[in-house]
């Protein structure tokens, strides 16, 4: 009896350990000037509270991002950001109409935050499934 | 219509300028929101000095964000707001940011211009209805009679952030002065005494620690504003004011927790307030006849304090509900009022005030927002100017307020 109960609790974990590792698909995308191959989730979590606003050597950053309500923008904000979407949104309402920072700049769809940040320099994004676009270069996360 | 338009004309003409710049380049974007709300007032005179019932709620706001260069960012943003006994049209913040220091784990960075006051979680956006989480926002921490001390100032800024294995710090020194209206003098004289207002330089520390996970944070503000104040008289009337000083020490704790469904704010505003002059006289007695004596006004403490407690609860992605219980001590030596009573002749319950609220928010789109509430209050320190000889307009103990506002941003 025990030890069905140890296994099964031991199949539960294994089963939360690989949708904790499938959930993680989203990618960190930036414009090709940007020299950056890693980034920590803290970092990724300053630029996108409008905490960074310039990249280490001086130039801009360009925030994009996908609607409130897209799924890949709800995954983001929970998963790599580690917030509640409403935290997001209340966060940027509150930079925004205190004119602490920018507002990101808001495109429809994956391919479209592919394609301005190619054509964007200083650009950052994020998206869901991988797409392979001139221009776009792809950033890793540190192990933390 | 017309007189709308005549009020906000230097808004409208604004614009234009700002357009001419514009081409189609991102460099340049504008927001903005347009309220409207009701309110009804069950006694006391806290929003519409004539009516129960008033349309005097409107809010228009007009921004622009602006890159000057890869460095530095320009915005600014004119508000107009007709908000019960108050018409008024400024510029609510108009500065530079240039971000200096940008490193993986810390930035620095200053403001310069018309500044947004941050301290507190609410009062950078207090009249912001997509930002805030009630029309009237808990009187026992932002009081509205005192709200030109703490919107924006004129001056710099100096802010940063820190990220640390066990969370991140967010921290701000400024230095500036807090432009002023004659709402001020209302708020601090009364409407009987009116005046002339003016505001001395205020320094303000101001710093939150978020955890790592981002869901809880607490943070801790002190400012001190200072305001000279002239009160204005006839010859013939009964009685008179000398001019004074009013001095802020104003410390702000604030603490958020978030969790999926609901989130809880618990703030608390300790200020020491040292006001300086204002003797009582009558002005038709000749100089040789001795005044008589008055009660004395200057203090070189008064202690107010003031807390609340909000609890909001999501029902799905647009429906918020709020409750919210807050108390506010104009003395806290003398919490019930009684000794003031005793020494002024003034009603006790104009020294304290206890504020239980709820209200409901509805996004119905992304532009488009409702909000309903209703504030139940006993006591009438809240809307009581700090220096009052006549408590006639407040003179009930308990009395409500209900509100209905909707918005539209852009």
Redesign the interface.
């Known amino acids: 009896m025990n030890l069905k109960h140890y296994i099964l609790q031991l199949i539960a974990l294994l089963v939360y350990i690989s949708l904790i590792k499938q959930s993680y698909a989203i990618e960190i995308i930036v414009n090709e000037s940007v020299n950056l191959s890693k980034i920590?989730y803290?970092?990724i979590?300053?630029i996108y509270l409008g905490?960074?606003?310039?990249?280490?050597n001086?130039?801009?950053i360009?925030l994009y991002k996908l609607p409130?309500?897209h799924k890949t923008h709800q995954l983001f904000v929970k998963q790599t950001?580690?917030?509640?979407?409403?935290?997001f949104n209340?966060r940027w309402?509150?930079l925004?109409?205190?004119?602490?920072a920018?507002?990101p700049?808001e495109v429809f769809t994956e391919n479209d935050i592919a394609k301005a940040v190619a054509n964007t320099p200083g650009a950052i994004g994020y998206i869901e499934n991988k797409i392979i676009m001139k221009g776009v270069r792809y950033v890793a996360f540190f192990d933390e | 219509m017309l007189r709308f338009l005549m009020n906000n004309k230097w808004i409208i003409l604004s614009i234009l300028p700002c357009l001419a710049f514009a081409n189609g380049k991102?460099d340049l974007?504008f927001?903005g929101f347009v309220s409207q709300g009701i309110s009804y007032t069950s006694d006391n005179q806290f929003f519409d000095a004539e009516d129960n019932t008033s349309f005097n709620m409107t809010t228009l706001?007009l921004?622009a964000?602006y890159?000057f260069n890869?460095?530095i960012?320009l915005?600014?943003?004119a508000l107009y707001r007709n908000w019960g006994k108050i018409e008024s049209s400024r510029i609510d913040?108009l500065?530079a940011?240039y971000?200096f220091i940008?490193?993986?784990?810390y930035?620095i960075?200053f403001r310069l211009g018309r500044?947004?006051s941050?301290l507190g979680v609410f009062n950078?956006?207090r009249d912001?209805p997509?930002?805030r989480p009630s029309i009237f926002l808990p009187q026992s921490v932002y009081q509205d009679t005192l709200r030109d001390t703490t919107t924006s100032y004129d001056g710099l800024s100096l802010y940063g952030?820190q990220?640390f294995d066990l969370g991140?710090l967010?921290w701000t020194l400024a230095y500036g002065r807090y432009p002023v209206s004659s709402d001020l003098s209302e708020s601090i004289l009364g409407k009987e005494l009116g005046g002339e207002i003016s505001t001395k330089n205020n320094t303000q520390i101001h710093s939150t620690w978020e955890s790592?996970?981002?869901n809880w944070s607490v943070s801790l503000g002190y400012e001190n504003p200072q305001a000279f104040a002239k009160p204005l008289f006839d010859i013939n009337d009964p009685i008179a004011m000398e001019a004074g000083d009013i001095k802020f020490d104003r410390y702000i704790f604030s603490h958020q927790y978030?969790?999926?469904l609901w989130?809880l704010t618990f703030e608390f505003i300790y200020q020491d307030t040292e006001i300086k002059g204002f003797e009582l006289f009558i002005p038709y007695l000749p100089s040789f006849i001795q005044q008589p004596v008055f009660p004395e006004i200057t203090t070189d403490s008064l202690v107010n304090v003031g807390f609340y407690a909000q609890w909001r609860y999501?029902l799905n992605?647009d429906l918020t509900l709020m409750l919210r219980y807050g108390k506010y001590f104009t003395d806290i030596d003398d919490k019930d009022g009684s000794q003031y009573q005793q020494d002024t002749g003034m009603p006790d319950f104009s020294r304290y005030s206890f504020d239980f609220s709820t209200g409901v928010k509805w996004k119905l789109s992304?532009r488009w927002q409702i909000n309903f509430e209703g504030h139940f209050f006993e006591g009438t320190a809240a809307i009581s100017p700090t220096i009052k000889l006549d408590h006639s307009d407040n003179d009930e103990k308990y009395w409500q307020l209900w509100s209905l506002q909707v918005s539209y941003s852009f």
């Open positions: 920590s803290q970092q979590k300053s905490q960074q606003s310039h990249w280490p001086g130039h801009l360009k409130s309500k950001l580690g917030l509640y979407p409403y935290q209340r309402q509150k925004f109409f205190s004119g602490f920018a507002k700049i | 991102n974007s927001a706001a921004q964000n890159l890869d460095q960012r915005s600014g943003q913040f500065m940011d971000q940008n490193q993986q784990n930035n960075g500044i947004k941050d950078s956006t912001i997509s930002a952030n990220v991140r967010n790592v996970a981002g978030f969790s999926a989130d999501f992605e992304s």
